[in-house]
């Protein structure tokens, strides 16, 4: 028996498989579709998502394959800079089609060991005290310790398992492709700048090779989006929009989205879980659903680890729902508000012209992003220092940098004084000695996920967090 299936083998599933197998954890992938698909469902890596990829020494292999963009304009298209002084060290988007993410954590997970199965479907499961039963539907079975539902919007887990998942469907549906034009750039992108000054769900965005991502408001909703549009049905919601539909030609994919707002009652059914879609589905609006499910993979894939090495304190895995379930929740809230924001009625957009004036303060605009990114999330971990429930940025230390520390996964005590001691922890915590400028507070002691569990100078209460996070 295997220790984790993890269904679904997209950005959050292959996070997950790696981030167990980084604890030595078996696990397998499975996969409905045979072959990686081609569309792309999300455009980039918010600020949250790119620390955690230096934080396991994937950042080159992203930024090599992505464009960074120090731009605004995310919060419901309201285009303000970038804010100054942000809390990171990685102040940018990095513009990067979902199916790269998809192959860079498919290689990821591959190399430590994970298994990929493509062609896989899940029709049915079932559960005992010691483990989960996964039926395929080529009729074989497969038995794991655990399972985790990564299987989308759609997800067949979150169905079998029979959680309820409430919430708003469509009201609103986009129609998306990637595409050839027959007119000139300029011509082109000028339109598009007009067009949009009112209508922020219509743009065609240059791709690399000269072809374009055309994104535009449907006429309806469709009776089952899992179909994609027709080609004559792009090109007429261009026309529509646009007036034209710049001669565009060879569609090499098409399809479409809704603006339905749901999140599963619950993340966790005995020894079944769900993360990314699966939770939860929001509008598009902001750029947050590839990002909210990476980092639910980081959340719960070293508390699952945990909890099968024996040494998981009491709740740790409940902790998973009790963390991300009120993240989700915030991402569902702010997208219903940005959809709002961005519809053509007077009063939407009277409140569109007061926002966009309140982000003209600083700090306004700075918490809108620091949402939108999610490094304004704070785990509620009790009364304590102001970093606690914080992740901590990346800091220049005299021996390198603090992500470069955490590629392992472990948990890691950051000690400047050098008095401090994780003995009992050295199986899971790693204790460094060093020192930086860039830090007031003389210890923190971060989880693997780089949330900062305890921060202080006293043995006694860093053993206490120790317990709390780690064990006994």
């Given amino acids: 028996m295997m220790d984790v299936i993890v269904v679904g083998a997209g950005p959050t599933g292959l996070m997950l498989a790696a981030e167990l197998r980084l604890h030595g954890a078996s696990v397998v992938v499975l996969e409905r579709d045979a072959e990686p698909t081609k569309v792309v469902r999300a455009g980039g890596l918010h600020v949250r998502s790119i620390e955690l990829m230096d934080q396991r020494g994937l950042l080159e292999r992203f930024l090599a394959l992505g464009t960074r963009h120090e731009t605004g304009g995310f919060f419901a298209g309201i285009d303000k800079p970038w804010p100054e002084r942000m809390d990171t060290a990685h102040g940018y988007v990095l513009g990067i089609p979902q199916p790269v993410v998809d192959r860079l954590l498919a290689e990821h997970a591959a190399e430590l060991g994970a298994e990929i199965r493509r062609g896989s479907e899940v029709i049915g499961l079932s559960q005992d005290e010691d483990g989960v039963t996964a039926e395929l539907a080529d009729g074989a079975q497969l038995r794991s310790r655990y399972l985790v539902g990564c299987d989308g919007g759609r997800s067949a887990v979150r169905k079998l398992l029979g959680i309820g998942f ?32 009112t209508q922020k769900r219509f743009g065609v965005v240059p791709l690399a090779d000269g072809a374009y991502r055309v994104i535009a408001p449907a006429a309806g909703l469709a009776e089952d989006r899992a179909v994609p549009p027709t080609f004559d049905e792009l090109k007429a919601q261009l026309v529509a929009f646009a007036g034209t539909d710049f001669g565009v030609h060879s569609p090499r994919w098409l399809s479409r989205f809704g603006d339905a707002t749901r999140q599963a009652e619950r993340y966790r059914a005995g020894r079944a879980f769900l993360a990314g879609d699966a939770a939860h589905i929001h509008p598009p609006t902001g750029g947050q659903g590839l990002n909210l499910g990476v980092q639910d993979a980081a959340n719960l894939g070293w508390k699952l680890a945990a909890e099968l090495d024996g040494w998981a304190p009491a709740g740790l895995l409940d902790s998973y729902q009790a963390e991300r379930h009120p993240v989700a929740a915030d991402v569902l809230t702010n997208t219903r508000a940005q959809m709002a924001l961005m519809s053509l009625e007077p009063g939407p957009q009277a409140v569109r012209t007061l926002l966009s004036e309140l982000m003209d303060f600083e700090e306004v605009n700075r918490y809108l992003i620091e949402k939108i990114t999610a490094i304004g999330v704070r785990y509620d971990f009790g009364a304590g220092h102001e970093l606690l429930g914080r992740r901590l940025r990346d800091l220049n230390l005299k021996r390198g940098r603090l992500y470069e520390l955490m590629h392992g996964g472990r948990g890691l005590l950051l000690d400047q004084t050098g008095r401090l001691s994780a003995g009992g922890w050295a199986d899971r915590v790693d204790h460094v000695v060093d020192v930086s ?36």
């Fill in 166 to 197: 409430p919430g708003e469907p469509s009201k609103v549906e986009t129609l998306l492709g990637e595409v050839e034009v027959a007119v000139p750039r300029d011509e082109l992108m000028a339109k598009v700048a007009e067009v949009r000054e």
């Fill in 437 to 472: 400028e860039e830090l007031d507070v003389p210890a923190v002691l971060l989880r693997p996920d780089g949330y900062v569990a305890w921060a202080g100078e006293d043995q006694q209460g860093l053993e206490d967090q120790l317990r709390r996070w780690f064990g006994g």
